[in-house]
C-alpha cells in the first residue's frame, strides 16, 4: 500500500500592489539582501524597485515579481544564535499565524534567534516532518523551512 506523496507548497508569487503575507518577510529578506526597503507589509514603488535591484543584482530576470528564483535567492540559513534581518523574517512569519491577534503574544520580532524562536522553528517543522519527509527537525532555516513558511504553511 502506497501513501500520499505531499510537497512543500510553492513559493509564492508576490508582486507590486500586494500587501501583509508574506510582504514584511520579503521586505526583511531584500534588506539582507543589500536593499534599503522599510518593512511596512506593502508590496509598494520602493520595495519594486529593491526587487528589481536585488534581481539585478543577483542576475536574474528582472521583472519585480519575487517568484521561486528570486525567493530562492532571497533566502539565507538561520539558525540559533543568529541575529538580524533574516531572523525577523522567520519571527514575522511566526507572528503571522499568531492566531490570537495581539501582536504581544506569540514569538516577538526581535531579530535574536533565541530559545523561543528555536522552539518556534522545530514545532513547525516537527508538524511537517508528519507529512513532508523532506523536512528535518533541527532547528535551522533552510531553503525548505523558508518555503514552507513563505507559502503560508500551516497557517490559520
Not at 72 to 93: F, M, N, P, S, T
Not at 123 to 135: M, T
Not at 141 to 149: M, N, Q, S
Amino acid at each position: 500500500m502506497t501513501g500520499t506523496v505531499h510537497t512543500i507548497l510553492p513559493f509564492p508569487l508576490v508582486r507590486q500592489g500586494d500587501q501583509q503575507h508574506p510582504v514584511p518577510t520579503m521586505q526583511y529578506l531584500l534588506r539582507v539582501g543589500g536593499q534599503n526597503v522599510q518593512v511596512d507589509g506593502v508590496f509598494g514603488p520602493v520595495t519594486n524597485t529593491a526587487s528589481r535591484a536585488f534581481q539585478q543584482a543577483e542576475h536574474l530576470t528582472v521583472d519585480g515579481i519575487v517568484g521561486p528564483k528570486t525567493w530562492g535567492a532571497l533566502v539565507v540559513i538561520v539558525k540559533k544564535g543568529d541575529q538580524g534581518d533574516a531572523v525577523r523574517g522567520v519571527q514575522e512569519e511566526f507572528q503571522y499565524r499568531n492566531e490570537s491577534g495581539d501582536p504581544t503574544l506569540g514569538l516577538q520580532v526581535d531579530g535574536v534567534f533565541g530559545p523561543m524562536t528555536d522552539e518556534a522553528v522545530r514545532g513547525f517543522q516537527q508538524a511537517l516532518a508528519q507529512d513532508y519527509p523532506e523536512v528535518t527537525v533541527d532547528g535551522i532555516v533552510g531553503p525548505i523551512t523558508w518555503r514552507a513558511l513563505v507559502s503560508g504553511m500551516l497557517s490559520f
